[in-house]
C-alpha cells in the first residue's frame, strides 16, 4: 500500500523547478519564489529554468543544476504539468526529496496546485502542513543478443513513475509480442503496443487505451494492450512483487519509452523486463486533499446538467 498520511515537519530548503524554454514561465516562477521567501524560507533555483525565465541572482537564494540542488534542497517545487514533474521525479527518487507539482500544462494529475493557489496553500506545505504519499516506480531494462551470441545483455535500462510502452511507432503494422509472468506465458498479443503501467499511470495512455483507473494506494502492475487484433486481450492486473517479460518476435520499426521520455529502439529477439523499482516517489498535496474529488474533477465525471448545482452527496450512514 501507498502510504497516505499528514506532514508535520517543516521544509528548510525549496527548489523550484519548471520546464526550461516555456512561453510565460517567468511571472508564475517569480510569484512561487516571492511566496517562499515571504516566510524567510531558503529558495533555490535549477539553473536553466532560472535562465529561461530570465531570473537574476537577486531573486533566490543560488540558482544550481538539478544535482547540485538535490544536495542541498528537502522540497521540490515543480511548476508544469504532469510530464515535466515525471522528469524531475524520475531523477530526484533515489534521493527521497520531496515533491509538490503547481500546475501549468493540460489535466494535471499531480501537478495539483493551481498557480491562483500559491500565496494560499504552498506556504502551508512549506511549514509542514500537507497529505504526503509515496509512489511505486518501475525499473525497465531490454536485453540483447550480440551477433553469435546465445546470452542477452542488457542495452537499456531506465526507471518510469507512469509507464512502459512498446509501440509500432510510424509503422504501420502490428506489433508482436510474447508475454511472460515470473516465467510462465501469458500470452502473444498482435497488437498496436502494450503498455505496462504503474497506478499513477492509470490515468495516462492506459486510461485512454480503455485500462482500469488504479488508486494510488495500490502497488500493482497493469497490462493494457494497445488496440489489439484480438477483441479478447484485456488488461490485466498482476501484483506488484511479479517480473513482467515481454519478447519481441516482429520489432521492425517497434520502439520502447518509460514515461514518453527514456526512448529506445527495439529489435527481433529483444527482451523486456519490467519490475518494481527499488525507489519511491514522495509526492505532497496541500491539507484537505481528496483523491476521489481530484478525479471527479479533471475527468468531469457527474457533469450531468442534472447533477448542477448539486452539493456533493454525504456517505451514507446510520441515519442517512
Request: with cysteine; hydrophobic share 40%; net charge neutral.
Amino acid at each position: 500500500m501507498t502510504d497516505m498520511s499528514q506532514g508535520q515537519t517543516p521544509f528548510r530548503c525549496v527548489g523550484v523547478f519548471g520546464r526550461p524554454q516555456t512561453e510565460g514561465l517567468g511571472a508564475p516562477l517569480r510569484r512561487i519564489l516571492a511566496s517562499i521567501r515571504q516566510q524567510g524560507t531558503a529558495v533555490w533555483v535549477e539553473s536553466e529554468t532560472a535562465k529561461s525565465a530570465g531570473l537574476t541572482s537577486a531573486e533566490s537564494d543560488g540558482q544550481a543544476s538539478l544535482n547540485g540542488l538535490a544536495e542541498r534542497i528537502d522540497l521540490a517545487v515543480i511548476l508544469g504539468g504532469d510530464g515535466t514533474l515525471l522528469g524531475i521525479a524520475r531523477q530526484l527518487a533515489p534521493t527521497g526529496i520531496a515533491l509538490i507539482g503547481v500546475n501549468q500544462g493540460r489535466l494535471g494529475f499531480m501537478t495539483d496546485l493551481d498557480i491562483s493557489q500559491v500565496e494560499s496553500e504552498l506556504p502551508a506545505v512549506i511549514a509542514g502542513n500537507y497529505v504526503k504519499e509515496e509512489r511505486a516506480m518501475l525499473q525497465v531494462a531490454v536485453m540483447r543478443k550480440a551477433p553469435g551470441s546465445t546470452a542477452r545483455t542488457a542495452v537499456f535500462d531506465a526507471p518510469a513513475l507512469n509507464d512502459a510502452v512498446i509501440s509500432r511507432g510510424a509503422v504501420s503494422r502490428m506489433v508482436e509480442v510474447e508475454v511472460f509472468v515470473d516465467g510462465h506465458y501469458l500470452h502473444t498479443l498482435r497488437a498496436d503496443g502494450l503498455i505496462i503501467s504503474t497506478p499513477t499511470g492509470s490515468t495516462a495512455y492506459a486510461l485512454s487505451a480503455l485500462g482500469s483507473i488504479l488508486h494510488p494506494g495500490l502497488a500493482g502492475i497493469t497490462l493494457v494492450p494497445v488496440a489489439p487484433q484480438a477483441l479478447s486481450s484485456r488488461p490485466i492486473v498482476l501484483p506488484e512483487h511479479v517480473e513482467v517479460q515481454v519478447v519481441v518476435n516482429d520489432g521492425a520499426g517497434t520502439s520502447l519509452h518509460c514515461d514518453m521520455q527514456a526512448l529506445t529502439s527495439l529489435q527481433d529477439g529483444d527482451k523486456i523486463v519490467v519490475r518494481q523499482g527499488s525507489h519511491k516517489v514522495r509526492l505532497l498535496h496541500p491539507k484537505g486533499y481528496d483523491y476521489f474529488a481530484m478525479l471527479r474533477r479533471k475527468l468531469h465525471w457527474s457533469t450531468n446538467p442534472l447533477f448542477a448545482g448539486r452539493p456533493d452527496p454525504l456517505p451514507p450512514t446510520e441515519t442517512h
